[in-house]
């Protein structure tokens, strides 16, 4: 059932990032400040919004952000305390300084393009490589706009690229996922068959590192609702086996054949309409 659901979001062309905004004025995007309302997560993470949100300061221990030109390093007080904390963990074990890309937008919601998740502050995603000068002293502002990050797998043939690999993360990976306040951590699917056979029989920590498209040049961290933010929709925990049968079929003839164009032409199904946003997102977006 989760194959054929993967097969058919990658058919039905969801997975073309915020299409739906394509074009077309996006008033969360418009809004540059944050609400002056109580910190909450409401909705979910690919429909939703966030009042009350922190910035992420521009550099501290272990950690620099990037991409900072697109104004989306916002995000719920339990994910910039994460992050933090995280980061202090990276630094004190001497595995160097992450660079930290997009989170939020101010007050949340959905983006007219890059991301269908992210909407609610309790997204980030992490490059895998570290530039060297960020290592040595804050990034200009040009740089941290312009600095290219170092894809881990080839997206396009599906193979790990073994030059780019850095045996510093995996244990980057398992102190994010062996954090109780992480939900899932998203990883190119080549990259997840590179941790289990790393792992051997100790992956337990795996099981919410999740296969997933796209993330061949940067993890993405999710953590689970705050305690106290009941607008906050959870998702299902993950009881997947840690290095299972939803990792095989990314890598099984079913998936090649869609990934080189060569699968039968099927009718692809009817996009379902969008959901409403939570009534609460209209009170975010219009709160001073």
Same mark, same amino acid.
């Given at each position: ?21 394509? $074009? ?23 429909? $939703? ?75 980030? !995603? ?18 941290? !706009? ?32 062996? !954090? ?19 792992? $051997? ?31 906050? #929709? ?11 049968? !939803? ?36 009170? #975010?977006?219009?709160?001073?």
């Amino acid at each position: 059932m989760w194959m054929r659901s993967v097969y058919s979001m990658l058919l039905g062309g969801t997975l073309i990032l915020g299409s739906a905004l394509a $074009g077309a004025t996006n008033p969360w995007e418009e809004i540059k400040s944050t609400s002056s309302q109580a910190p909450a997560s409401i909705g979910e993470y690919t429909n $939703g919004c966030l009042s009350g949100a922190d910035r992420m300061p521009l550099r501290g221990e272990g950690f620099q952000l990037v991409r900072t030109g697109r104004d989306r390093h916002y995000g719920n007080p339990a994910l910039t305390g994460f992050l933090t904390d995280f980061s202090a963990q990276v630094a004190g074990q001497g595995l160097g300084r992450l660079q930290i890309g997009d989170m939020s937008m101010a007050r949340g919601g959905p983006f007219s393009y890059g991301h269908r998740s992210h909407q609610m502050g309790l997204d980030a !995603d992490i490059w895998y490589a570290q530039d060297p000068r960020s290592l040595q002293r804050p990034l200009t502002a040009w740089e941290r !706009d312009n600095i290219a990050a170092k894809p881990l797998a080839d997206a396009k043939d599906h193979l790990l690229i073994e030059a780019n690999w850095d045996d510093n993360v995996p244990r980057i990976l398992r102190l994010a996922a062996e !954090d109780p306040r992480v939900e899932r951590i998203f990883v190119h699917p080549t990259i997840k068959r590179k941790l289990c056979r790393i792992a $051997g029989k100790d992956n337990d920590w795996l099981r919410r590192i999740r296969p997933w498209w796209g993330h061949n040049y940067h993890f993405h961290v999710r953590l689970a609702c705050p305690k106290g933010d009941t607008n906050c #929709v959870a998702q299902q925990p993950v009881l997947n086996e840690p290095c299972g049968d !939803d990792l095989d079929w990314w890598f099984s003839d079913e998936f090649y054949a869609l990934l080189h164009g060569t699968a039968p032409q099927q009718e692809k199904p009817k996009p379902k309409p969008k959901p409403p946003m939570p009534q609460q997102c209209t009170q #975010v977006l219009h709160s001073p």
